[in-house]
């Protein structure tokens, strides 16, 4: 355990105070030595009063304990985030806040790094779907992990994709989000689902009704356009080597558009609300309320706790004060 100064009120503010008092203290020294003999203040009196500026002046600046600690305080609000990463979300259709185009995954990722903005001290969990799905992000407090998560992702190769499956991620999910709910049963949980909402895949896709019990909320997020674009066959836009994925039936590019259809069904099932991404919408405008609820928790990451220690001073200040209150009632009798 170390010692340091940690302002309270910011270093501007009591650097001010603890000159201002510093300056009072020196002060009122230097009145007493040239006044000696010309004035009634006593030498306790004079040391009582320099003693209260010193005091107010370190208090200020606030003394305090640095500690290292693996114990968080973090809300009681768990966010689940699943991610599709099918070729289709290659497609440079999307807008996100802004009227620039860029890819769907890229509006993903910017989602995902305003969903941690917007909660700091949530627990997060990732999950990227799409032939398969994955829990990449056990649920951890760690925003930072979950930054880097999204920033790492690619959309998987046209090769390994039999058409796209909205319900791919349906049983990791439910797996991912009763291990949750047993866990930490009064928390706040919230599944984010961000797709494009394109449903390629012959099979019927099986209703996300299931996830209910175990969500508080959930925010189903579209990206991309009605109007659609081509996919990239490499899954990247590059405009010097444009390569598309073409369709069987008709031999020409295939087209992907964004679902709003498809994803307003899924909000409905889950018991949420969905919001399709532009140049006016993000997830910023429709995120649902952090819990009220605070629980402690352990992580790998050392951390420095910083502890005022302000008591101390405190009840000396009391005393001093307490005194000089004590010393001015005596001299007010006497002066009567």
């Known amino acids: 355990m170390t010692w340091t100064l940690s302002p309270a009120l910011g270093w501007p503010v009591g650097c001010a105070i603890a000159i201002i008092m510093l300056v009072?203290?020196?002060?009122?020294?230097?009145?007493r030595v040239r006044t000696r003999g010309?004035?009634?203040?006593?030498?306790?009196a004079c040391v009582r009063r320099t003693l209260i500026c010193l005091l107010v002046a370190l208090a200020a600046l606030t003394?305090?304990?640095v500690s290292s600690t693996t114990s968080k305080a973090v809300n009681a609000t768990d966010i689940v985030i699943a991610i599709d990463t099918t070729s289709s979300m290659?497609?440079?259709?999307?807008?996100?806040?802004?009227?620039?185009?860029?890819?769907?995954?890229?509006?993903a990722k910017h989602?995902?790094?305003?969903?941690?903005d917007a909660y700091p001290a949530a627990s997060f969990s990732a999950v990227r779907f799409g032939a398969s799905a994955s829990l990449d992000v056990p649920l951890t407090p760690d925003t930072l992990a979950i930054d880097n998560w999204a920033d790492s992702l690619n959309v998987e190769s046209t090769t390994a994709s039999s058409g796209s499956s909205l319900d791919t991620p349906l049983d990791k999910l439910l797996l991912t989000l009763k291990d949750i709910r047993q866990h930490h049963a009064d928390d706040t949980i919230v599944l984010v689902l961000i797709s494009d909402g394109e449903q390629t895949a012959t099979t019927t896709r099986r209703t996300y009704s299931s996830l209910r019990r175990y969500v508080?909320?959930?925010?189903?997020?579209?990206?991309?356009?009605?109007?659609?674009?081509?996919?990239?066959?490499?899954?990247?836009?590059?405009?010097?080597?444009?390569?598309?994925?073409?369709?069987?039936?008709?031999?020409?590019?295939?087209?992907?558009?964004?679902?709003?259809?498809?994803?307003?069904?899924?909000a409905d099932e889950l018991s949420g609300k969905a919001i399709m991404l532009d140049a006016t919408h993000t997830v910023t405008n429709s995120l649902p309320a952090a819990s009220k609820q605070w629980r402690t928790s352990i992580t790998a990451k050392t951390r420095q706790r910083v502890t005022?220690?302000?008591?101390?001073?405190?009840?000396?200040?009391?005393?001093?004060?307490?005194?000089?209150l004590g010393a001015w009632i005596g001299l007010s009798r006497r002066l009567l």
Not at 38 to 44: F, K, M
């Open 90 to 107: 290659a497609v440079n259709d999307a807008t996100y806040g802004s009227s620039e185009t860029i890819s769907r995954l890229a509006a």
């Open 63 to 65: 003394p305090s304990t």
């Open 38 to 44: 010309a004035t009634d203040q006593s030498v306790s």
């Open 308 to 324: 005022p220690v302000v008591w101390p001073i405190a009840i000396a200040l009391c005393v001093l004060l307490a005194w000089e």
């Open 216 to 266: 508080t909320d959930a925010l189903v997020v579209g990206a991309g356009s009605t109007a659609g674009g081509n996919i990239p066959a490499d899954g990247l836009v590059d405009s010097a080597n444009e390569t598309w994925v073409t369709d069987p039936a008709t031999g020409q590019p295939g087209v992907s558009k964004l679902s709003p259809d498809t994803l307003n069904t899924i």
């Open 24 to 31: 009072c203290a020196i002060g009122g020294i230097v009145i």
């Open 111 to 116: 989602a995902v790094h305003d969903l941690t």
